[in-house]
């Protein structure tokens, strides 16, 4: 069973980088960060909103979906909302498990996933 | 051109969390950490060596080759050597890019090559 952490509020904090315990061989993260221009126009930040009792649910379904064709110890995922600046990170997931591949592979699928399925969503911009 | 950074010593520090500039989107690290069975007995600790100036050439002619397929911006490899004890990591690698795709595929790619080109090699274990 994969344990999951979910928490979407207005800071990220990078947990220290640690194997969970003796069987796990592998971390796999990603942090997203805002970049200085959104669909060509330069930008200074981005306002993310959630519906965040669904993006929860959303999230959590989603993420035990992937583990039963990757299986991996834990994921938290950690995701901002409220002004984000360029340069400043709006999500943090990290990924434990035995090996490698079930990490890289849950990761990405996720990430894939998540703008598609989880309502989170850029509610405007600011032009720098 | 990708910024290629490869450190083979005692310690691993990871570097912190951010953007290297406001084009960087995507941040993707991977931890491996010495686990408590190596091919089915238990251990407490790894030793690496690396063969040093030929692991260094190595892997910045391997980075250089997969970034012309997987365009990043940023490559910072470390590598321990030396004992490593269950649970700590042997190594660290953290790719930066504009977008993730890039990162995802750059990252694995190295993981998947370090192995069989990379001359760093585990000498011996202790049982537990």
Known sequence: MMHIEILINDTIITPPVRAAHSDVGALAEFTGFVR???AGRPISALVYEAYQPM???VMRRLLTELAAAHPCNSVRVQHRIGIIRVGEAAIHIAVHAK???PAFAL?????DRLKQDVPIWKTDTFSA
């Open 36 to 38: 200085g221009e959104e």
């Open 107 to 111: 990761l990405a699928a996720f990430m």
């Open 55 to 57: 993006a929860e649910t």
């Open 99 to 101: 090996h490698r591949a």
